[in-house]
């Protein structure tokens, strides 16, 4: 072809129409022909358009009629696209239409093998844009488009609208205006004969549609998008015949939306919801209308005369209205000009119908009161729409309804509606909600305020609508001024317990980037001299030395001290080391003096609060204030007494963990050393052993080098410890491999490319992995060597059921002989870990498994009769129905055993049991019946 020259085209044009007969070649033949015309095109493109225009469309013609192949087709539809866009087709448009109508709809399904590497959908598409391609195609397009529409097949209706659409987005408005009225009056029935699908507003509805599993309900988005279409062509308010088009629309909807209990208002306000929302013109020129017709029983009936049913109507379908403001003002961002926005002058009539529901309905009508509620949010979320005075009216009204309706539905409405306004209008709820919340809030819990808002209920509504950092703000100090109110009046300790969890839960609801350095010198003073006096100082109050409220009480100083900035870790760090360890009565974290001095040592339950602390101070901008190896000696001193109380004792562990961990280094590995060769020296006893296991675990976050010497230890006490040690070791593992409060992990940006890193706490990747590894083995072996030992049995399940799946897998077939063992002990916790283990190795590595049905089945439907937990039942028939998957011939054979086996679950007094009972017993019951 490149040394083709353009003369010679015409001749070879004339050779291919006269001497070529496309019905007596092969597909690969035929494909040639449109091959050459392609190159042709390619080469000669302004030669062919200017002196062989009707040649070559001829050409064409005759080359692709009756053509099968879908390859061939494809390249039949190209060459069509190309020349109906690029050639004068006035006296060939008939013959080129029919050409490509005569395939559609196209059915072609590719088969699986797919020699042609082409899709129906390519084919479909292909043709769409061959139609689409030039308007002289609209006056035979059109007409056979809307004929197949009456078609019952839900594909081939799909093709067609779909087809439409893009006719109508290709051909120029004037060809659009010609056929107006016929397309629109084939397609609107597609939408008014239908029942549409509930939802909120008319994107969700689209989601809905084009989501939809069936082509059927799929039409419904694809024929919005056309009306969507149509808008859009209104492209210039001088189009006047356009403009008259769409308020024909309007007028051939308008007695349904004239009339609320018309059962085609809701189609009819979706439609012009679409028309409205695409164009701004289209907008301006319907919406005033449309507003009009659905609040006409507004204007003509007496409030009395207004059913609950029209006013439900009314609020769903003006709801649909707003969507299309939404659309233009909010998703598009046009500017609002409220002198020349028409949906303003029905502002007031939208207010008054919202009023009506929330103000004169009955608290009965939960459905009219929840859509007027939905309503609200939307008005709230439409760009410059409401006045701020607009905005405190209607919050105010929600706090009425929040307050006094007793629906729990409602309720839960509103509060979301308050919660969702509080992001964008923080100053309207602390204005009008919070105030009249707290007000709720009693000063002792023998004061009732409310019947029907308890203290539980105005708190829990206080952290839900505090969704804004200035409303966070003030609830914080006014949930302080209270508890201080509290703590005066109160004998019992549940109330203020209570203000201290929910303002360490509002403290949560902070992110990690909001600062809480205001907090250090406003809050926390005033604060902690107030929890501080409360618990250890004035033995009248309510929770004096309560170690509830000194958690709650540590919670709240975690949040604040994790979201500071780590600059001032370092003071922070000075001041409570001052504070609970130097006896200082006066100090920055304090607002004024304390009556007297305290110390962890002599006031323990400040354990809680310290640990709390320290656990969130950064490790590398802070150091220990004093010799860290005194400080941890002194705290085993106090350990050592005797004196602690449960939760006073394992705060002191954690302090000395939290230190061990963040600021031990290389210069007391010595010191580490000596306190094991201590151990090993003396009589190991159950406090030493604890204080030991918690180093352990401080040591093996960091990855240690001396944390493999400490774990040694521990499973050499499986072995040459007493009885009652032996027994501890499996408790000390579980410490060492579970989460703890203390070791919370928290992040801020800090990290390579601003990559999150933990600074609270001194932890590596993977340390958990090579404890196990390490470990698990060792224990397995150990387990073996010491047949029927269930310390070490028991130490394997409590580090199983700890770990991460993908730390166990590796393990999985040196452990398993060890899981057949515990399928005999009684113990749930064993049982549990070992059926966890099993789950995972049925499904990881089921050749593992398929050697040891034999024994495995039996002891699973023993545990089965066994009256274990209701864990442990459900995993047993989580593992028997896993087993269900493995090839026939294995599982067959146990299929009687296991049916009988599940009877015993269909009694069982948890309804999951006996659910999953029938389950299993069902699968059992079919298993090969297909064969």
Known sequence: MDNFQPELIETLLDDIKSNYSPTDQLASTRYSSFDILQHLLLRFESYLVDHLNDKFIDTFIHISSNEKDPKNLMESFTLNKAISTKFDISSKEDDLFDCVFCYFPISFRAPANNPYNITGDQLKQALRDCLSCNALYAKDSFPNLVEKLTSTSPSVKMDVLLTIKQCIEQYPSDTIEEYFISLW??????????????????????????????????????????????????????????????????????????????????????????????????????????????????????PSDLTIRDQRSMLTNVSFMLDSYHELFNEKGLAVDPSNNQLFNFKDDILTLINRALLSASTVEVTFRCLAIKLIVKLFSLASFLEIEECQLIVQTLTDVLLEDENAHTFSQALAALSEISKEYPMIILEFTVPRLMVLLP????????????????????????????????????????????????????????????????????????????????????????????????????????????????????????????????????????????????????????????????????????????????????????????????????????????????????????????????????????????????????????????????????????????????????????????????????????????????????????????????????????????????????????VGSRNHLLAIALIVKYSEREIIVPHLEKILPVVLTALMQRSSLILSSSLTILEIAIEETPELIKGHLSTLVPRLLEVLRLKGSTETKIKTLECLMALSRFPLHLVVPFKEDIIDGCVVSLDDDKRGVRRLGCDVSQVYYELGSEE
């Open 443 to 786: 000063d002792s819990s023998t004061t009732v305020t409310s019947k029907v808002f308890f203290k539980e209920k105005v708190l829990d509504v206080l952290l839900t609508i505090s969704d804004n950092r200035l409303i966070i703000n003030s609830v914080l100090i006014r949930l302080l001024n209270k508890l201080e109110i509290v703590l005066q009046n109160e004998n019992t300790g549940y109330y203020p317990k209570l203000l201290l969890f929910s303002l360490s839960k509002l403290l949560r609801t902070l992110s990690p980037t909001d600062s809480t350095n205001d907090y250090l010198k406003k809050f926390i003073p005033r604060f902690l001299h107030l929890v501080i006096t409360e618990i250890v100082i004035k033995k009248s109050s309510a929770i004096y030395e309560d170690p509830i409220a000194a958690e709650y009480s540590a919670r709240v100083l975690k949040e604040i001290v994790a979201k500071c900035d780590p600059s001032l870790h370092q003071k922070l760090l000075d001041d409570v080391f001052e504070l609970f360890v130097g006896e200082s009565t006066t100090n920055s974290l304090l607002y004024k003096p304390l009556e007297k001095p305290v110390n962890i040592s002599r006031n323990t339950v400040l354990f809680i609060l310290f640990a709390g602390i320290c656990s969130t101070i950064d490790y590398k901008a802070a150091k220990v204030p004093m010799d860290s190896q005194e400080f941890v000696n002194s705290i085993i001193a106090v350990l050592d007494s005797g004196k602690l109380e449960l939760a006073e004792r394992q705060a002191a562990l954690q302090a000395v963990s939290l230190v061990v961990n963040k600021w031990f280094g290389s210069e007391q590995r010595p010191y580490l050393l000596k306190k094991l060769a201590s151990m090993k020296g003396s009589e190991v006893n159950a406090g030493s052993l604890e204080i030991f296991t918690f180093v352990t675990k401080a040591l093996l976050l960091k990855n240690d080098r001396q944390s493999k010497q400490f774990v040694d230890y521990l499973i050499g006490l499986l072995e040459n410890g007493t009885e009652e040690i032996a027994r501890l070791i499996p408790k000390c593992f579980e410490i060492i491999v579970a989460e703890a409060d203390c070791f919370e992990l928290y992040r801020r940006p800090g990290g390579a490319f601003g990559k999150w890193v933990v600074f609270n706490v001194n932890v590596r990747p993977f340390y958990k992995q090579k404890f196990v590894d390490s470990t698990l083995p060792l224990l397995i072996e150990k387990f073996r060597a010491n």
């Open 185 to 302: 009056n084939s397609l609107k029935y597609e939408i008014l004969h239908r029942e549409l699908a509930s939802a909120d507003n008319i994107n969700d509805m689209l989601k809905y549609y084009e989501n939809a599993e069936n082509e059927d309900e799929q039409t419904v988005a694809v024929t919005l998008h056309i009306f969507e279409c149509f808008s859009k062509k209104f492209s210039d308010v001088k189009q006047e015949r356009y403009a008259d088009y769409l308020i024909l629309v309007y007028d051939s909807l308008k007695e349904y939306l004239g009339d609320p209990e018309s059962a085609k208002i809701r189609q009819s306000s979706v439609i012009m919801s679409v028309f409205c929302g695409s164009n701004l013109n289209s907008y301006n020129l319907l919406i005033s209308k449309c507003l009009t017709s659905l609040l006409t029983p507004l204007k003509k009936k007496q």
